[in-house]
């Protein structure tokens, strides 16, 4: 199957008395497309969506791209990226550096970095703010700014945990929108989890509910 398939997945946490955070379960995402996890704290989704991104560790069952199982298989291997709460940004490098950052790490040479955070600043609609300190942005922006990091490598899929959490309510149901419209103007799977059932039916075509480590 094409895309993100994961199979019969469990994830435990502790030792001699282990608790399940992810309990038996099984998913795909198609590519181009967009799936939630809706659900509380504390009912698995972000451990699910760690072990997927491969920053959690798996006790059993499958994870696997377009075929090529990925259960084992560093983090960097993978081909996905990975949006945080609080976008995670280096506060002493500028906006364009930021974005830059996977690309550099890849290699990318300089002239093909610069035309493609140009274009990614474009996308997320910062085109022009390339050379200001993240520092002086607003939280709204450092959430693009992040957005166009995380994409700046062409991931094949794209892990968003809880990405608009940190914002007050109106510039949340804004950014959901623009999130959306990046995402499918970019043509990148992805893969979000949020405990807000509106955002979660506008940033996503598909909503799976989690409660107490299972789909329900």
């Given at each position: 199957?094409?895309?993100?398939?994961?199979?019969?997945?469990?994830?435990?946490?502790?030792?001699?008395?282990?608790?399940?955070?992810?309990?038996?379960?099984?998913?795909?995402?198609a590519p181009g497309e967009?799936?939630?996890?809706?659900?509380?704290?504390?009912?698995?989704?972000?451990?699910?969506?760690?072990?997927?991104?491969?920053?959690?560790?798996?006790?059993?069952?499958?994870?696997?791209?377009?075929?090529?199982?990925?259960?084992?298989?560093?983090?960097h291997q993978r081909g996905?990226?990975?949006?945080?709460?609080?976008?995670?940004?280096?506060?002493?490098?500028?906006?364009?550096?930021?974005?830059?950052?996977?690309?550099?790490?890849?290699?990318?040479?300089?002239?093909?970095?610069?035309?493609?955070?140009?274009?990614?600043?474009?996308?997320?609609?910062?085109?022009?703010?390339?050379?200001?300190?993240?520092?002086?942005?607003?939280?709204?922006?450092?959430?693009?700014?992040?957005?166009?990091?995380?994409?700046?490598?062409?991931?094949?899929?794209?892990?968003?945990?809880?990405?608009?959490?940190?914002?007050?309510?109106?510039?949340?149901?804004?950014?959901?929108?623009?999130?959306?419209?990046?995402?499918?103007?970019?043509?990148?799977?992805?893969?979000?989890?949020?405990?807000?059932?509106?955002?979660a039916e506008v940033m996503?075509?598909?909503?799976?509910?989690?409660?107490?480590?299972?789909?329900?």
């Amino acid at each position: 199957m094409s895309g993100l398939q994961v199979t019969d997945l469990v994830v435990k946490y502790g030792g001699a008395h282990p608790v399940t955070a992810v309990d038996s379960v099984s998913l795909s995402v198609a590519p181009g497309e967009t799936v939630a996890l809706l659900g509380p704290s504390g009912c698995g989704k972000s451990s699910l969506l760690g072990a997927v991104v491969g920053i959690v560790d798996v006790d059993s069952g499958s994870i696997s791209w377009d075929g090529d199982h990925m259960t084992g298989v560093p983090v960097h291997q993978r081909g996905f990226g990975l949006v945080f709460q609080d976008g995670q940004l280096f506060p002493h490098r500028s906006v364009a550096r930021n974005v830059a950052f996977g690309l550099e790490m890849a290699g990318v040479p300089e002239p093909e970095r610069r035309e493609r955070v140009d274009e990614l600043l474009e996308l997320v609609g910062l085109a022009g703010l390339g050379s200001r300190p993240v520092t002086d942005l607003s939280g709204g922006q450092r959430q693009r700014v992040a957005l166009a990091r995380s994409l700046a490598p062409r991931p094949r899929l794209l892990a968003l945990d809880e990405p608009l959490s940190a914002l007050d309510a109106e510039l949340r149901g804004r950014l959901a929108v623009e999130v959306r419209d990046i995402l499918a103007a970019s043509d990148t799977a992805a893969l979000v989890v949020t405990h807000d059932p509106a955002e979660a039916e506008v940033m996503a075509s598909r909503v799976l509910r989690m409660r107490e480590g299972q789909l329900v």
